[in-house]
Each structure stands twice: as C-alpha cells, then as structure tokens.
C-alpha cells in the first residue's frame, strides 16, 4: 500500500509537468496525488467491493486539498485538482470495458462500464460537494465580516 501511494505521487508530478505546471508546485502537487491515493484506499478497505463512496470522499478529500492549496500559492485551484485526482481515474474499468466490447461479452462490458460510471460519479460528487462547501463558506467568511 505504501508503494502504491508513493507510485501515486510520482505520477501526479508526472502529469503535473504534462501539464506545464510550475516547477515549484511539483512537490505540493504529488502530496495531493498521494494523499487522494491513500484516501481512496483507506476507503477502499473500510467499504470493500463499492467504488462510488471511497472515489466520492478521494474525490472530495482532493478538491479540499486543492482549495487549500490555492489560497497558500495564490493560484487557481483546478490545476491542482486536475493533477491530484489523476490517480483516481477509472483506467482500467474503461479498458476492461471496451476489451470486453470487442470481444463481445457484453455482460463483462456492462459490468466494468458501471464500475468505470460510479467511479467519474463519485470524483465530480465529491468535488461538486467540497467546492460547494468552500464556496459557502467564502460567502458567510465575507457576509460576516461585514
């Protein structure tokens, strides 16, 4: 599991420089990637078999950190949300899906395309609910300072 976080952070970075992302944010930005990993699998393991919950509560722990992230570097959040996530991505289900429509087992396809679905699902839910949370309190942060 450790390797697996690790691994995680380093492609983040990976695709944070795909990205052109500033090369001062690397090292922030593979601490998202490892940090969103290592939520999905902590979830992962107190709700085995499910996918929509640990990738709605990664997806919401990563669109946070992000947040986060953005105040500190006086930067827009999504660059950083856009690279944390990226270990999230359902890769594998889209793969085995569209192999599985080739070969014509449209029962597997079904399967691995509904799993590929909850995953997408669950990542822009948790990410809808956290930005909406920070956006929230933004607007009661400024009424209140009124």
């Known amino acids: 599991m450790i390797l697996q976080i690790l691994m995680a952070g380093l492609g983040t970075a990976?695709?944070?420089l795909i990205f052109h992302m500033r090369k001062r944010f690397?090292?922030?930005?593979?601490?998202?990637?490892?940090?969103?990993?290592?939520?999905?699998?902590l979830m992962v393991l107190a709700y085995p078999g499910k996918v929509f919950l640990p990738s709605l509560i990664a997806g919401g722990a990563g669109a946070l950190y992000a947040e986060m992230l953005a105040r500190v570097c006086k930067a827009p959040s999504t660059p950083f949300f856009q690279t944390s996530v990226i270990a999230l991505i359902p890769g594998r289900a889209l793969y085995k899906a569209v192999n599985a429509v080739v070969k014509g087992e449209f029962a597997d396809a079904g399967s691995y395309g509904t799993d590929a679905f909850a995953c997408a699902l669950g990542i822009a839910l948790g990410m809808g609910i956290a930005w909406t949370i920070c956006?929230?309190?933004?607007k009661v942060r400024k009424t209140t300072n009124r």
């Open 26 to 41: 690397l090292p922030v930005v593979a601490v998202g990637g490892m940090l969103v990993w290592g939520v999905y699998l």
């Open 14 to 16: 990976g695709f944070a």
């Open 135 to 138: 956006d929230l309190s933004r």
